[in-house]
T-cell receptor, first 113, second 112 residues
Framework: NAGVTQTPKFRVLKTGQSMTLLCAQD?????MYWYRQDPGMGLRLIHY???????AKGEVPDGYNVSRLKKQNFLLGLESAAPSQTSVYFC????????????FGQGTRLTVV | KQEVTQIPAALSVPEGENLVLNCSFT??????LQWFRQDPGKGLTSLLL?????REQTSGRLNASLDKSSGRSTLYIAASQPGDSATYLC???????????FGKGTHLIIQP
C-alpha cells in the first residue's frame, strides 16, 4: 500500500532556482492538498485541488504554483526559490472532503540557500 | 478565521501514566476533527477521526472525545509507553474543500 508518495524527499536549491515537487496517490482520492510546516507556525495550507484539472489557493499561496493534470498527481512548483521557502512540504489526499481521513505523504525537506 | 490551540505544548511523563492532550478551536462549525501523530523527520500518521455528529472514537489505548459546542477535543492515552513519544497534532475541517486547520502540536516524551 503506497498511499501518498512525495518526490524528492530532500532538496537544496540556490536562490532563484526553480523546482517541482511531485505528489502521487494511489487511493483514487478526489481531494489533494499541499502544506508547508515551519517551526512555531505549524502546518499551513498552500494550495489544494478538488479534482482533476482544478486548483485553488490556500492560506499561503504566494511564490507557488500547482497543477493537477491527472487525478492521481498533484504538482507543486517554485518558479524562483527564496530562502523564506525553506520548509518541510507535505502533500495530503482525502476521498470526500471532511467526511473521511486525510492521508499524508512523508514530506519533502527543502532548503533554499 | 479558525484557530486551533493545543495545550500543553510539551509534556514529559514516566511510562505507565494515563494522560490527556487538549485541543480547542474557535469556530464550532466544523465537519470533523482528526488527531495525528508525527515522529521526528517523518510524515503525519492519522490516529483517529471524529465526525461532528460523534462524541468520541477509540482505537486501542487511544480515546478521542469531541465537544463541538464548546470547541474542545481531548486525546486520552492509556498506560503510556516510550513508543508513544512523538508530536501529536489536532486538526479540524470546516467542510467543503477547505483543507485541515492544524494546531501547533503537543510534543510528548514518555520516560522509560
Amino acid at each position: 500500500n503506497a498511499g501518498v508518495t512525495q518526490t524528492p524527499k530532500f532538496r537544496v536549491l540556490k536562490t532563484g532556482q526553480s523546482m517541482t515537487l511531485l505528489c502521487a496517490q494511489d487511493m483514487n482520492h478526489e481531494y489533494m492538498y499541499w502544506y508547508r510546516q515551519d517551526p512555531g507556525m505549524g502546518l499551513r495550507l498552500i494550495h489544494y485541488s478538488v479534482g482533476e484539472g482544478t486548483t485553488a489557493k490556500g492560506e499561503v499561496p504566494d511564490g507557488y504554483n500547482v497543477s493537477r493534470l491527472k487525478k492521481q498527481n498533484f504538482l507543486l512548483g517554485l518558479e524562483s526559490a527564496a530562502p523564506s521557502q525553506t520548509s518541510v512540504y507535505f502533500c495530503a489526499s482525502s476521498n470526500i472532503a471532511g467526511a473521511t481521513e486525510a492521508f499524508f505523504g512523508q514530506g519533502t525537506r527543502l532548503t533554499v540557500v | 478565521k479558525q484557530e486551533v490551540t493545543q495545550i500543553p505544548a510539551a509534556l514529559s511523563v514516566p511510562e505507565g501514566e494515563n494522560l490527556v492532550l487538549n485541543c480547542s478551536f474557535t469556530d464550532s462549525a466544523i465537519y470533523n476533527l482528526q488527531w495525528f501523530r508525527q515522529d521526528p523527520g517523518k510524515g503525519l500518521t492519522s490516529l483517529l477521526l471524529i465526525q461532528s455528529s460523534q462524541r468520541e472514537q477509540t482505537s486501542g489505548r487511544l480515546n478521542a472525545s469531541l465537544d463541538k459546542s464548546s470547541g474542545r477535543s481531548t486525546l486520552y492515552i492509556a498506560a503510556s509507553q516510550p513508543g508513544d513519544s512523538a508530536t501529536y497534532l489536532c486538526a479540524v475541517i470546516r467542510g467543503g474543500a477547505d483543507g485541515l486547520t492544524f494546531g501547533k502540536g503537543t510534543h510528548l516524551i514518555i520516560q522509560p
